[in-house]
């Protein structure tokens, strides 16, 4: 599946998803439904994987974290956790992120690389009603694992915005790219990306305006360190506004850590900073 986002579909999506919310409401889903019946996963999962086996017991692979009753459906913390180490010959090489009950279910997808060290992702995303919400992890032998979680949250795309449209959108772009700690030489270290976006859904009701703004949203963030590519996210409005993504990478000796920005309206923005990562014994030989 195509995850770039064209503007075209991105408002098809948002003028449709006042009708797509209506029916969807009156059948929302609960803890004991069974998961593996859900039609909208059903028509995601045979469009995107053709046929193609999906190891339930996906937490041998990946640990999803999410909380059981979200506190503000708006910003819902999820944290996707790689069991094992990125390595040439043995990765995750995508994360696929899938909120049954949303507008849009598909949230979108992570890529890594064996310089991406771990396979790990977090962020807060949108969740529109009470849902299941999987993780798909594809490693490089083309394999597929399923993480599910159940989140009681209602609303978080529909919440009405309390902030003026159009000066949130000329705020946007304001990129900052951290690598958090010491950065030692060869071992995965984590890093923060934020980006200053209103990230709109097109479903937000203005309450001084009492119109509704057009969606507008970042839909491609990719990040590389020394130019080799460590992780790259295909994403839409499910996530929350000013997006922040955690992810880690492997650094060197010294390299610079990117990141491109492109949104909706085909406004992009870039941000870096410079790692010095201290030789892998360096650390070792201080703590004596």
């Not at 593996?36 to 086996?53: C, I, M, N, P, Q």
């Not at 979680?149 to 790219?177: H, L, M, N, T, Y």
Request: glycine fraction near 6%; proline fraction near 6%; hydrophobic fraction near 40%.
């Amino acid at each position: 599946m195509n995850t770039a986002w064209s503007g075209t579909r991105a408002m098809t999506i948002a003028s449709l998803a006042a009708a797509v919310l209506a029916p969807y409401a009156a059948q929302a889903a609960q803890p004991d439904d069974d998961p593996d019946k859900v039609a909208r996963w059903l028509d995601f999962k045979e469009g995107t994987f053709k046929g193609r086996a999906i190891d339930p017991h996906g937490d041998a692979v990946i640990k999803f974290d999410a909380p059981a009753r979200a506190a503000d459906a708006a910003v819902v913390p999820i944290a996707v956790n790689a069991r094992f180490p990125q390595t040439p010959t043995h990765y995750i090489r995508k994360l696929y992120l899938f909120i049954d009950e949303n507008p849009e279910p598909y949230a979108g997808s992570f890529e890594f690389t064996p310089e991406s060290g771990l396979a790990t992702i977090e962020t807060r995303v949108r969740v529109e009603d009470y849902t299941f919400m999987r993780v798909i992890a594809e490693t490089n032998d083309g394999k597929l694992y399923s993480a599910i979680r159940f989140v009681k949250a209602s609303g978080g795309c529909s919440a009405p915005a309390d902030k003026d449209d159009d000066a949130a959108e000329r705020a946007a772009g304001q990129v900052r790219i951290q690598a958090e700690g010491q950065a030692v030489a060869g071992k995965p270290e984590l890093a923060q990306l934020m980006v200053r976006h209103p990230n709109r859904t097109g479903m937000a009701m203005n309450q001084v305006t009492r119109n509704y703004a057009s969606a507008y949203f970042i839909r491609k963030v990719s990040v590389t360190y020394a130019d080799k590519p460590v992780m790259t996210a295909n994403v839409n409005f499910s996530i929350s506004e000013n997006p922040n993504f955690r992810f880690y990478f492997v650094p060197g000796g010294n390299g610079e850590l990117k990141a491109h920005i492109e949104d909706t309206k085909n406004k992009q923005w870039d941000g870096a900073v410079a790692v010095s990562a201290q030789p892998a014994g360096a650390q070792a030989s201080a703590m004596k």
